[in-house]
């Protein structure tokens, strides 16, 4: 039972390149999330999907954009890397809303030079 | 309104001894205050949740206690273990939206 799943768990890029983060879950959850943290500041909402189809900004969107390709699967794509962007991400789902516990995947580690 | 303050930022606790971390919130709307545990590596793992109108659960050796009128809730460990180190989370939400506000996190490290 695999769960929540991220793809790649390390990435280097230079500023200004682009790229992907991938995640899918096996558990047929409705809502799923990015988040991304960084030491002192806990976890911060980048953008959620509430339901297939739907996508909204969290705390932190900036700089970020998303895809929710299905059920399964909910990307994050880095347009023009800054190294504002270093941190690690996380990607999590839920049955339901707010009273919804989350399954998080094991992060993304990603650093911007 | 939206912070979820948390202290300590860490903590260091003997074998056996409680472990206490502490949460406050702003937004008296929010209605569901679960707590993370993560272990290095790994992504957050829900350990336990409140909603506002218990004043504290109990799951095994974990506690949380919250007061309503203080907007505090706390995570106390009892006869902590080498095997409680990690960093804790507490995070607050509000019915009706998809938004955790998560605090900085408590990272715990019991001396064994």
């Known amino acids: 039972n695999a769960g929540v799943t991220q793809t790649p768990k390390f990435q280097v890029l230079k500023t200004g390149q682009s790229m992907t983060l991938q995640c899918a879950q096996d558990m047929n959850h409705n809502s799923m999330y990015w988040y991304r943290q960084d030491p002192g500041m806990g976890l911060r909402l980048i953008y959620y999907?509430?339901?297939?189809?739907?996508?909204d900004k969290g705390e932190v969107p900036n700089g970020y954009n998303v895809s929710r390709l299905n059920k399964r699967e909910f990307s994050l794509r880095l347009e023009s890397a800054a190294p504002s962007q270093t941190s690690v991400y996380f990607c999590a789902s839920s049955t339901t809303g707010t009273t919804g516990e989350l399954f998080f995947g094991e992060g993304s580690r990603l650093t911007v030079l | 309104q939206q912070q979820v303050k948390q202290s300590p930022q860490s903590l260091i606790v003997q074998k056996g001894g409680i472990s206490i971390i502490n949460c406050a919130y702003e937004n008296t709307a929010f209605d569901y205050f679960p707590w993370y545990q993560q272990f290095p590596g790994k992504g957050p793992a829900l350990l336990i949740a409140i909603r506002p109108d218990v004043s504290e659960k109990k799951e095994g050796r974990f506690t949380i206690s919250f007061n309503k009128s203080a907007k505090q809730f706390s995570l106390h460990i009892m006869d902590s273990q080498p095997g409680d180190s990690a960093t804790y989370f507490c995070a607050a939400s509000m019915g009706g939206t998809y938004k955790y506000i998560f605090g900085t996190g408590t990272r715990l490290k019991v001396l064994a």
């Open positions: 999907s509430a339901s297939e189809g739907t996508t």
